[in-house]
């Protein structure tokens, strides 16, 4: 716990203008950004008498190291920077709404020459037109279905619109009319953008003029008595309404707004919003937060703001936002939100009529999103804590486990040999953080040595971090193993796998130089090393509580003897052993055998789990690479596009094979040098190894002569 007071910067030093500041740890992390009017003034309430501060804010000032801040022109300029901060540092002590992006939206992609209705989930896409977001995907095909009547707009896969041009022949929407058929030439590319325009303009509330429009053709075609005409305009005009019905009517004057209600206790805060497009409501969503700084519903509503416009522009940011509270400084918001937009934007508090009332209703739906929210939590954080306390109970560790991270070793056979690390963080998964490897220490089957790199390239990726960061400091070198960032030994002598219930201590084995380990190979790249001070969380750096692995007494002391070389002695281990579910820990010859009941045991068992699901999933994918290789990948600037053309011209790689160099050539795009590299490539392949249909036992050969799997 830092003193405040250690890093107080001198009255003087603060400008008064409007800027951005940030707080970091003693590991120049950044863990608060904030934005003020005046510097000054703002910073000096964060460094008065801790007994006089919020609880949340004594935590963080005492959590920080250091301070520094950013001088801006004006306060939209400071607000869109604070923005633009927490997204780039995820800082620990902010307000951050955990938008899952998994609401769905209808989307028409009027980025491609024949634009396409479909539903979209996830971060929004450039030259895509949206609407929504909706409750359930289904209500958006029930809208879509309705419409295609009028609006007979693409809506197949870019496959199925291939293959239909193709064979020249339509699928079935386009049959009954729900498909204006482009890809078989039905309609020119400018009349089917030209019905997607309608479809969107009908979307965004412009629903009037169709509906009027439609109705003059239905009478105009029943007077020239073309009464089939007539009724299926008819029924056109039905569709449409019955379209707009879903969208019940809220605002009677074809109001374009959204509204934000926040329900909030000491603890978290809850906020919804409705969008509302032509008076009625065409989507709603809600975030769930926990207050970890100390925040009034004006900075919720702000955070909020931030969140929900922070990476829209145009239309997507309505003309009329109507909050609960107005932030702590309305004009520069407005004029941030208008920058946003293109156009003014006014932001306000509801006093009366059917505004005020529509906002009644979306805090009962905020209250009712916190209640059902804290409902389930409760038990949910009631039976991870407990976990936590008896894992740490059961290992003897003094503190619980907060942060684990576990290990599992994946091969088929000695082939493909990968390793992978999960973490679990206060019982729950953080995939931000998992770890793949693959092993390229020796070659061969031995979990046991696998496990022993994967652990020591793990954690010697910890040390570099605290290094680089100032955190960790050469000592004297100790008589007792040698960490692997001073001067390591020789080489480092690794037994070959025991059996099991056999002591692993170093001893005679197999001789691996440390030199020769090669770089962590994991995805994302950890050999990209981050800038000095750019305060975001870095791989590697957080060191777990207790390291698991999958497995037995052999591999949990390969483990500790991968931290003992490293001269780290403060992280536990142990080991989940699939046959009992017994936990092993290092130097016991007995395991710890936790109740079948117990919290703790479920939660190690999930933490397995997952380590061998990400690990074979990985393993599985390496070897479908593997298998998919072909002698023609050998050939050097031989991309895609001429293997493809190759293997269409001849029909199959067996076939290239006995081709000559002369017919080589004809393919297009093949020149003489290129040919003849293709030949040498074929000629010195190895034959492919049959596979065998293991109920029958027959060999199963394509046309390659090689194995069809």
Known sequence: ???????????????????????????????????????????????????????????????????????????????????????????????????????????????????????????????????????????????????????????????????????????????????????????????????????????????????????????????????????????????????????????????????????????????????????????QRGWVTDKVENVDTSGLVEHALQQLYGEETGDSVPKEVLVPALPEDPDAVSQWLAGRRGSHVSLRIPQRGDKKDLMATVQRNAQQALGLHKTKRASDLTTRSRALEEIAEALGLDTAPLRIECFDISHLQGDDVVASMVVFEDGLARKSEYRRFQIKGFEGQDDVRSMHEVIGRRFKRYLQEKERTGEWEETPAPTGPVPALQTA?????????????????????????????????????????????????????????LVVVDGGQPQVAAAKRALDELGIDDIAVCGLAKRLEEVWLPDDDDPVVLPRSSEGLYLLQRVRDEAHRFAITYQRAKRAKRIRSSPLDAVAGLGETRKQALIKHFGSVKKLKQATIDEICEVPGIGRRTAESVAVALASAAPATPAVNTATGEIIEDDDGGSTT
Not at 34 to 62: C, E, I, S, W
Not at 496 to 525: C, F, H, N, S, W
Request: proline share 8%.
């Open 489 to 545: 030994p020789a080489a480092l002598t690794v037994p070959a796998a025991p059996a099991p219930g056999m002591d692993v201590t170093p001893g005679a084995g197999t001789t691996l130089v440390p030199e020769t380990i090669p770089a962590l190979d994991t995805i994302p790249d950890p050999d990209i090393e981050p800038r000095e001070d750019d305060g975001r969380p870095k791989r590697f750096a957080y060191p777990p509580q």
């Open 1 to 283: 716990m830092a003193d405040p007071s250690s890093y107080r910067p001198k009255p003087g030093q603060i400008p008064d203008s409007p800027g951005v500041y940030k707080f970091r740890d003693e590991h120049r992390r950044v863990i608060y950004v904030g934005k003020a009017k005046n510097l000054r003034q703002r910073l000096a309430n964060y460094f008065q008498d801790l007994a006089t501060l919020h609880p949340r804010t004594r935590t963080m000032v005492t959590t920080a190291a250091s301070v520094e801040w950013t001088v801006v022109s004006t306060e939209v300029e400071a607000l869109q920077l604070e923005y633009s901060w927490i997204k780039e540092f995820d800082p620990r002590f902010n307000v951050k709404y955990r938008d899952d992006k998994s609401y769905p939206y209808l989307a028409v992609t009027l980025n491609e020459e024949f634009p396409r209705v479909q539903v979209m989930r996830g971060a929004k896409k450039k030259g895509v037109r949206y609407f929504g977001p909706y409750g359930h995907a289904w209500a958006i095909r029930e809208t879509v279905d309705l419409m295609l009547r009028v609006f007979p707009v693409r809506t197949c896969s870019a496959g199925v619109f291939k293959n239909a041009a193709r064979t020249g022949r339509p699928c079935l929407l386009g049959y009954i009319g729900k498909c204006s058929a482009p890809c078989v030439g039905r309609v020119t590319p400018e009349e089917h953008r030209e019905l997607a325009g309608d479809f969107c303009d009908f979307m965004a509330g412009r629903t009037g003029t169709y509906i009027r429009r439609l109705e003059k053709d239905m009478m105009a075609a029943a007077e020239e008595m073309e009464y089939e005409r007539a009724a299926r305009l008819r029924d056109d005009v039905e569709a449409l309404k019955r379209a707009m019905e879903k969208s019940a009517v809220v605002l009677a004057d074809a109001t374009d707004a959204d509204l934000i209600a926040v329900a909030e206790d000491e603890l978290e805060a809850a906020v919804q919003i409705f969008h509302v497009r032509g008076g009625r409501v065409r989507g």
